[in-house]
């Protein structure tokens, strides 16, 4: 199919910069997802490879090809849009076959990539039907449809299922991998949704104000994130204030001290501790902690803690040892990745020793259900 | 008190002064449509009597006036022609109105306003003052030119609403599908919109089909259309014929009103608007 790269790509509207100097690969027949808060410039990204933005700077390529100075109509990219794909005054039929009679195909031929762009979708019957008498859902299938009967070197989505219901998204966003994996087609997906995003790609780009903050996979986005933001976005994640001892050798955040991932680390100099629910763990030896509400999450259990010196920390736990609300506990962290000048150090791993550690008096603990487990 | 002794006094009283309130309504609103209609159909009508003797003479009168049938003929050319006119100048600008940034956007759309913001009879002089010096008076081209200044407000402005109203995420598809921008314009954009653009027309045809004091101005004495003759008409002869050409004149409106909520209640344009 294709490979798409965007090299040094910027565009500004008035004075706000949507996106700066923004350089990626979307590698043949990936899913990339574009992921972040709303504002990060994910969508202008995205109408700029698909011609509906012009860049101020930089330059769009497919396998090798410079499409920034055409038109959409004559870029090989397909686009689905958020809401208002279908256009109301045509059947399904003639909104699909919109683009393949441009190309001048004849009648039957064009027929028959209806018909089979439909059943690929699973809407093999609604050809006669207009957009107004589908569900939500069936619309958006439509509009995929739509997209991929042109058969497209790269498929643009921007938010196509942020409109539908949480249970149909999920059912969508399972059916759109499973399609692009069958296709193998390079895509595009733009997404607020950090676990749709973490769910359906092959590697998410976290972007915020305009720029790339990590491109990695899903899995190593979770576990390895690489700015305090992408720790923050991605999953969720306790971030605590804390403070170098230097004389003592730790980091202490609230109650807990932590082991100086540095001794170079200035005294006094303000890091930030973020930490996993699962890898703070209840343990009678660890500071202690006033539990606030207990909720039950299906497989396992989330605590709201009061930490004195910290504020509220949410943890995971399963459901062996259920903690009673209002009840005095100890909570210990097994690992914790540091925040210096908002680049990441982990501690508390004994499994991966990181160079920079001397020792580490926090007790090994088995990962917590990561990603996977969840 | 009353109210508790007496509910259905009260209940009686709200429902009587509902229905007196519609009945005045109605013959406020119908009233004088009737008396027109009874007009249009009197013969001779006396004191004691109630209602005119039925005749149709007033009827063959009208029809029968060569003015008459020069004047509907000359309206039945030049409404269409202004309204059709200014739909090719107006659905362009109008849909620049909607989509396109460029200088001075709001001023120009407001002065389109201004024609109707003051009294048209000082406009309609000095257009005729033109019209002298460009040899158009007493023509057709004259009092088309005339209508069209009450046709381009109508044709602007609902137009315009009904343009931005059409999310641009539509045109995009099209484009993205490969029409280029004149294509997504006529076969996306343009049916999409059909609907307002519709009713535009229906208020230009009916603004430039009713136009009489500029048309007095630059058509007289060959150039007179239906509602221009109607001053003639009512000045000159009995009460029942300016009734029968009322009913005359009232007709094409009302034929093109049927015929635009039959259409415009029609299929998927009433519900495909939203999804």
Known sequence: MARLDLVGLSKRFGLHAAVRDFTLEVRNGELMCLLGPSGCGKTTTLRMIGGFETPDAGDIRIDGRSVVALPPERRPTAMVFQRYNLW???????????GLRLRRLPRAQVDAKVRDVLTLVGLPDVGRKYPHQLSGGQQQRVAVARALVLEPQLLLLDEPFSNLDARLRVHMREEVKQLQREIG??????????EEALTIADRITVMRDGVAEQVDT???????PQTLFVADFIGTMNVLPARVHRRDGVVAAGPWRLPLPDPAWPDEAEVSVAVRPEDLVIDSAGAAAHVRRVMNLGHYLQVLADVPGVGVVRLFTDKETPPGE??????????ALLF???RPVEVGRTDSPPATMSSTPAPAAPRGAGLDGR | MSGVLWPWAAAAFRRAAGAAALLALASFILGPLLTLLVWAFAGTWLFPNLLPEFSLRWWAFVLGNADVGKAIRMSLLSAPTATLISAVICIPAAYAFARLEFPAKRALLLSFLSANAFPKIGLYVSIATLLYRLDLMDTFTGVVLIQLVNTLLFMIWIPTGTFRGINRNLEEAARDAGAG????????????????????GLFAFIAAFDEAQGTLIVGTPN????PVLMYNLVLSY??????????????PSLVLLLFAQRYLRAGYLAAGYSL
């Open chain 1, 88 to 98: 109301p005054h045509m059947t399904v039929e003639g909104n699909i076959a919109f």
């Open chain 1, 185 to 194: 087609i390079t895509t595009v997906f733009v997404t607020h949704d950090q």
């Open chain 1, 218 to 224: 899903p899995s190593r986005l979770y576990a390895n």
């Open chain 1, 326 to 335: 209002g009840r005095e506990i100890g909570v210990r962290i097994a690992r």
């Open chain 1, 340 to 342: 210096k000048d908002g």
């Open chain 2, 181 to 200: 921008p004149l294509r997504t314009f006529f076969q996306i954009t343009l049916p999409i919109a059909l609907p307002g653009i519709m009713v535009a």
């Open chain 2, 223 to 226: 150039h007179m259309t239906m």
């Open chain 2, 238 to 251: 009995p009460q029942p014929v300016g009734a029968v050409f009322s009913i005359l004149l009232s007709l």
